[in-house]
């Protein structure tokens, strides 16, 4: 089953002579459930690519459609709620709340939605993300690879059909980075959500079942990795 449809989707940045198509024509279809890696070098359009499908930059030509429906036929309100609900944002910066402890940066997309998060949900979250002793912690009390769990923590909580991550492992040496992965596979598997990754590091794409490259805006390959 299909939970994403991207279709001749286009963003151009300023006009005339000086303009730049950060992402030109790009069309793919993802399944649910399915783990894909985004690649590409520096500037290739990538970040652009995965703003767009969740939500945040809007294109200049194009579709995006989640569960079938436009993304970009909803109006900005709609398109916030869908971004809260659906889609959970995973960066390479952790991007958390200093005042907030590590339960209530978790927690945070769904007091954001105006509910009161699923105690039991949020402990079996933080207890998978091993963070158990640690839930008290501020985020500057803890390492960058506890950091990321935190991240991961709140991109899930919501259930979200799409998990989107940038970079999700670039500040982390190569034990963090692995154990992200794995718990980024585990959430996949788990909950069948599917996770769309941008990352410069081969032994991560590999593991993904399927790899989208970028260079310069157009997507030259889209291939299986493993069955």
Aim: without cysteine; negative net charge; proline residues 4%.
């Amino acid at each position: 089953m299909k939970i994403l449809e991207v279709k001749k989707l286009t963003k151009i940045y300023g006009s005339g002579e000086g303009a730049v198509k950060a992402v030109d024509d790009v069309s793919f279809s993802v399944e649910k459930g399915d783990f894909i890696a985004v690649v590409g070098p520096s500037g290739s359009g990538k970040s652009t690519l995965l703003h767009m499908i969740g939500g945040l930059d809007e294109p200049t030509y194009g579709h995006v459609y989640v569960d079938g429906e436009d993304l970009y036929k909803q109006n900005e309100e709609q398109r916030a709620i869908f971004r809260r609900r659906q889609v959970g944002f995973i960066y390479q910066y952790f991007n958390l709340i200093p005042a907030l402890d590590v339960r209530e940066n978790i927690a945070l997309p769904v007091y954001l939605d105006g509910r009161e998060p699923d105690e039991a949900r949020l402990d079996e979250l933080i207890g998978l993300l091993g963070l158990s002793d640690r839930e008290k912690h501020y985020p500057d009390q803890l390492s960058g690879g506890q950091q990321q769990r935190v991240s991961i923590g709140r991109a899930v909580i919501n259930s979200p059909s799409i998990v989107l991550a940038d970079e999700p492992t670039g500040n982390l040496d190569s034990r963090n980075s692995q154990e992200i992965v794995e718990l980024l596979k585990d959430s996949n598997k788990r909950y069948k959500q599917t996770l769309i990754v941008i990352t410069h590091d081969e032994d991560i794409a590999l593991q993904a079942d399927r790899i989208i490259t970028i260079e310069d805006g157009r997507m030259s390959e889209y291939g299986a990795v493993r069955t």
